[in-house]
């Protein structure tokens, strides 16, 4: 963690919230807090299983973990 007066910490998280609002919630209008749930969870399985990351190796996170812990085993 860093220190008080520090961002780093932040920086992850708002940058994953910034990608879900334009990315995902910008395009749609939502009925009920079911499908807006929905397509949360939707999002977050692209993030996390398809959209690849230059600081990962242009890898999806999943790719990513799994080719880390075949490496490590």
């Known amino acids: 963690m860093s220190r008080k007066g520090d961002c780093w910490d932040n920086a992850p998280t708002e940058r994953f919230f910034r990608s879900l609002k334009y990315e995902q919630?910008?395009?749609?209008?939502?009925?009920?807090?079911?499908?807006?749930?929905?397509?949360?969870?939707?999002?977050?399985?692209?993030?996390?299983?398809?959209?690849?990351?230059s600081k990962l190796s242009y890898q999806s996170p999943i790719q990513y973990e799994r080719e880390f812990y075949k490496q490590s085993a």
């Open 25 to 53: 919630l910008n395009y749609e209008k939502f009925r009920t807090k079911e499908s807006a749930k929905l397509s949360i969870i939707d999002y977050l399985a692209f993030y996390n299983g398809k959209r690849i990351h």
